[in-house]
Structure formats: C-alpha cells, structure tokens
C-alpha cells in the first residue's frame, strides 16, 4: 500500500496534479494508513525538486506549513536545504535561493 500511495503522488507531482496531491493528503488523513506523512512528503518534495516542478515545490511548501506541526516542522526543515541540490538549471537554484530558503529561515 506505501509504494502504491508513493507512486501515485509521484504521478501526481510529475504532472503538476496539485488537487489529486490534495486528495491523497486527504485520503490519508481519512484512513487508517500507516503511511508516515513526513517521509511521504520528503519523497514527494524531492521528486519535485528532482524534476524542476516549480507549482507542485510552492504547493508542497503550503502543505508543509498548513500540515505539519512546529515540531515536525523543525524535523523537516533541512529538507529545503537538500532540496536545493536536486536542481539541476541555474535558474531553478537562483529562484529557490530567493523565494523558498528565506521562507524557511524565517518561519522558525
């Protein structure tokens, strides 16, 4: 079942499918699963980032402050950091430096 959720919100990131990662999140939440959502997320944000999909990484910032706790907040914060390193355009590294990374500093 985890490999399934994963694949499907990695389809989802990949098309920029930003309702359908709503609804998983959702679904999640909704159910008994066992799926950890901070691992799902950082699988998913690195996915993001790997691929350059500039909407679902600002998507997946939302969700990261609406869903997740202050402390899972600070667990996760390095992820941003990482994140950066999965870019690959000069460009893509040049906006994620001024927009995302200074949200991170700030927030905590």
């Not at 959702?26 to 799926?35: E, F, P, S, T």
């Not at 990484?57 to 706790?69: Q, T």
Request: hydrophobic share 40%; aromatic share 16%.
């Amino acid at each position: 079942m985890n490999k399934q959720i994963i694949n499907k919100g990695k389809s989802a990131v990949f098309i920029q499918d930003h309702i359908g990662l709503k609804s998983l999140y959702n679904d999640i939440n909704q159910n008994d699963y066992q799926i950890n959502l901070s691992d799902l997320f950082l699988k998913l944000f690195y996915y993001a980032c790997q691929h350059e999909r500039k909407t679902t990484i600002i998507f997946l910032l939302r969700i990261y402050f609406e869903l997740f706790s202050q402390c899972e907040q600070i667990a996760l914060r390095q992820a941003f950091f990482y994140g950066k390193y999965k870019l690959k355009k000069k460009s893509m590294i040049s906006w994620y430096s001024q927009y995302v990374i200074p949200l991170i500093k700030i927030e905590l």
